[in-house]
C-alpha cells in the first residue's frame, strides 16, 4: 500500500542514528530511500553513480567484494540483480542504526555470500588482513567524506588489501572541486601502479575513482 501511495505523495519515516544524524526512509515513486539530512545514502542517486563505475568493470573476473559503507545495501543489490554478481560480499558500516535499516527496511540478508560487519572502516581495515578483487570505498557521514579516508595510510591499506589485478572503486566527493586531500589519493593511486581514473560530476553531483591494478 505505501509503495502505491507513493506514487501520489512520497512517504517518509524517520530515524535517530548516533552517527548520522536523522536518516529518513522514503518512498518516492514506488522506490524506498534512505537519505540524511542532506544526502541520499541508499537507493536514488547513490545507487545510480555506483552503478556508472560497476559497469567499467569486469566483474566475470571479481571472486570477493569488500563494501565499505553498507548504508541501506543499495550496491548489493546492484551487483546482484544487474550484474548477477553472486560470489562473496564483505560488507562493513560503522553504524548499528544503518545496518538495522538495511536488513528490516530493504530486506538484506546475511547469508554465505554476504557478511555483515559493523565495525569502523579505519580500524577494520588495519585489523583484517584479507585481500579483494573489488573493494567499494563508499563512506559517507551526511555530504562529507570522514577525513580519515582521505589519509594515505588508509589508502596504503586499500592498496595492500587489493589483489594483484584488483580494482577499488571510490565515491570520493560531493564537492565541485577536488581538495588537496583527494588530489594526493589520485596520486598515491597513480604511483602505486594503478590505472586510475577520474569521473567527475556523475549524476551531476559526485567525483567518482575508479582504479585497476596493472
Ligand atoms: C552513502 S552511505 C553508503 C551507501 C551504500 N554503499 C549503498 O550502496 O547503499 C555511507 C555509509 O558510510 C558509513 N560510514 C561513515 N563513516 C564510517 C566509518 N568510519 N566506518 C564505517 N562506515 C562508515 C555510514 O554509516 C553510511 O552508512
Not at 550496491?75 to 542504526?97: G, M, Q
Request: with cysteine; proline share 2%.
Amino acid at each position: 500500500m505505501a509503495k502505491l501511495l507513493s506514487y501520489f505523495y512520497p512517504l517518509t519515516k524517520k530515524v535517530h542514528s548516533d552517527y548520522s544524524g536523522t536518516l529518513e526512509i522514503t518512498w518516492y515513486n514506488g522506490i524506498k530511500h534512505l537519505d540524511s539530512a542532506n544526502a541520499n545514502y541508499s537507493y536514488g542517486s547513490l545507487q545510480r553513480i555506483l552503478k556508472f563505475g560497476l559497469e567499467k568493470i569486469n566483474l566475470k573476473q571479481v571472486n570477493s567484494v569488500l563494501l565499505l559503507g553498507l548504508g541501506g545495501g543499495s550496491v548489493v543489490e546492484t551487483l546482484r540483480n544487474d550484474f548477477s554478481y553472486l560470489k562473496t560480499i564483505t560488507a562493513v558500516d560503522i553504524d548499528p542504526t544503518v545496518i538495522d535499516l538495511a536488513k528490516n527496511e530493504f530486506n538484506l540478508k546475511e547469508d554465505d555470500q554476504l557478511q555483515i560487519i559493523c565495525e569502523d572502516a579505519f580500524l577494520f581495515m588495519q585489523v583484517h588482513k584479507n585481500q579483494y578483487d573489488l573493494i567499494i570505498v563508499d563512506l559517507f557521514i551526511d555530504t562529507e567524506v570522514p577525513k580519515a579516508f582521505l589519509s594515505l595510510p588508509f589508502w596504503k591499506q586499500i592498496v595492500d588489501a587489493s589483489t594483484s589485478n584488483g580494482v577499488i572503486l571510490f565515491n570520493a566527493s560531493l564537492e565541485k572541486t577536488k581538495s588537496n586531500a583527494l588530489n594526493e589519493v589520485i596520486e598515491f593511486l597513480k604511483s602505486h601502479k594503478y590505472h586510475t581514473d577520474v569521473f567527475e560530476k556523475v549524476n551531476n553531483t559526485n567525483t567518482l575513482i575508479l582504479s585497476k591494478g596493472l
